[in-house]
């Protein structure tokens, strides 16, 4: 069974489009994040969310906005997509609290064209 | 600034050479985080530290966290092909709730 499962993994879509990127942990864990990796494999922390509630927004346009619906749930949505917005976005999880033991999903490939 | 550094950037080694490849913190480090990520695909998790001193061995891979939690370097014994791809560190300060990585290093090997 897959622990952080993130869909769709593949995701091509014209500027200007609303696109969402789902994501699933059946871990149990309290907290939920998103990263971006850039061009250059750059891995960067974007959002994170504790049981439901925004802890970490890195400084990222607002044209994306998380949605975590459960804890065990963190959805990305991306407004007006640029193409600057083209990279891997990453979901990861973990038990919180400085514990550690993170696990990130396979990744969301994103091109815009 | 970048918090984390890793060296080298890349690399390039022959089929049964040993490697090693550094992640230096600017500050004390509450954990330190190892994954592999093959092109196209996601972080593998490989080792976690977080004690002064520590190391740790999986297969052919040792990871070890310097006494003052500031450096850890990751050894490959007997590289293979399937080694190759992107190494990253990432560090957890303890309380921050995420996870900050470096740039990452990527590894080729040749058959």
């Known amino acids: 069974d897959t622990a952080v499962s993130q869909t769709p993994k593949y995701l091509v879509t014209q500027m200007g489009n609303d696109k969402s990127i789902k994501c699933e942990q059946n871990l149990g864990h309290d907290t939920m994040y998103w990263y971006k990796q850039d061009s250059k494999k750059f891995l960067k922390i974007m959002f994170s969310?504790?049981?439901?509630?925004?802890?970490i927004n890195e400084t990222v346009p607002n044209r994306f906005s998380p949605k975590s619906p459960d804890k065990a749930h963190l959805n990305l949505h991306i407004n007006s997509l640029e193409l600057g917005d083209s990279a891997v976005y990453f979901c990861?999880?973990?038990?919180?609290?400085?514990?550690?033991?993170?696990?990130f999903g396979s990744g969301t490939r994103l091109t815009v064209v | 600034s970048q918090e984390l550094e890793q060296s080298p950037q890349s690399l390039i080694v022959q089929e049964g050479k040993n490697l090693t490849i550094n992640c230096t913190s600017s500050k004390t480090l509450y954990g330190l985080y190892w994954y592999k990520q093959k092109y196209g695909e996601g972080l593998i998790f490989l080792m976690m530290l977080q004690k002064g001193g520590e190391e740790k061995s999986h297969e052919k891979i040792t990871a070890k966290l310097d006494e003052k939690k500031q450096q850890s370097s990751l050894h490959i014994t007997a590289s293979q092909p399937s080694h190759a791809g992107i190494y990253l560190c990432g560090a957890d300060r303890g309380g921050s709730e995420k996870l900050v990585f470096g740039k990452g290093m990527k590894l080729t090997v040749n058959p």
């Open positions: 969310y504790n049981n439901k509630e925004l802890i």
């Open positions: 990861a999880s973990s038990q919180g609290g400085g514990f550690g033991g993170y696990t």
